[in-house]
């Protein structure tokens, strides 16, 4: 499949990009080899391969979900600065 300087032309004015004919002739032979390329994919059968979503084996590495009792408030509280009725005080940075 071979793609036109037109092509290019149209690509590039859609991305808002403005080349010169060597950039344009550049592009077109990339382009080119590009779709040449994807050309020689679409040719290999593929009919027996299994879908996968990935290339390798993935495994669970979380830990399992265990129910622990949390920190007590006032134990917590202990390391705060500056607290009052049982919240942490911050200064206003909001106005």
């Known amino acids: 499949m071979k793609i036109t300087q037109d ?3 149209h690509a590039a004015r859609l991305a808002r990009l403005k080349l010169g004919l060597a950039e344009v ?3 077109q032979n990339e382009l080119d080899s590009i779709l040449e390329y994807m050309d020689m994919l679409s040719k ?3 009919g027996d391969i299994e ?3 990935r290339s ?3 495994t669970n590495v979380f830990r399992e979900d265990e129910a622990v009792r ?3 408030r006032a134990e917590a509280l202990l ?4 607290h009052k009725d049982g919240v942490v005080v ?3 940075v909001i106005e």
């Not at 390391?79 to 500056?82: Q, W």
């Open 79 to 82: 390391n705060a600065p500056c």
């Open 7 to 9: 092509e290019v032309l």
């Open 90 to 92: 911050v200064p206003k």
């Open 51 to 53: 879908p996968m979503s």
């Open 25 to 27: 002739e550049k592009f």
């Open 56 to 58: 390798f084996h993935v």
């Open 70 to 72: 949390s920190q007590d």
């Open 44 to 46: 290999v059968e593929t």
